[in-house]
Nanobody, 120 residues
Framework: QVQLVESGGGLVQAGGSLRLSCAAS????????MGWYRQAPGKQRELVAR???????YYADSVKGRFTLSRGNAKNTVNLQMNSLKREDTAVYYC??????????????WGQGTQVTVSS
């Protein structure tokens, strides 16, 4: 069974850094892209960053220059390096993948989420 497992969330002071990792596993045939979304209380879920299988990246304006999304060393893994964290970065971060499991394409396959809390 396909799973997306996130790790790396936690509590950090403003100006600090965290690295989130997402590993997709379980009989994956192909992945077109993987990315991170976040949702703060009372706000809509928003796309933070995304990377395609070809290596092209997208970043939300709010995180450009501070966050870096890259492919991990492990298979089907991505890392989101978050630097210069701000209070407004506090949210639950969700890994998302556009993948084919041999049966169907999933364009909104979600992890369980990991909490990032930035204190002032």
């Amino acid at each position: 069974q396909v799973q997306l497992v996130e790790s790396g969330g936690g509590l950090v002071q403003a100006g600090g850094s965290l690295r989130l990792s997402c590993a997709a596993s379980g009989g994956i045939v192909s992945i077109n892209g993987m990315g991170w979304y976040r949702q703060a209380p009372g706000k809509q879920r928003e796309l933070v960053a995304r990377i395609t299988s070809g290596g092209s990246t997208y970043y939300a304006d709010s995180v450009k220059g501070r966050f870096t999304l890259s492919r991990g060393n492990a298979k089907n893994t991505v890392n989101l390096q978050m630097n210069s964290l701000k209070r407004e970065d506090t949210a639950v971060y969700y890994c998302n993948a556009d993948l084919y499991d041999g049966i169907k394409w999933w364009t909104a396959y979600w992890g369980q989420g990991t909490q990032v809390t930035v204190s002032s």
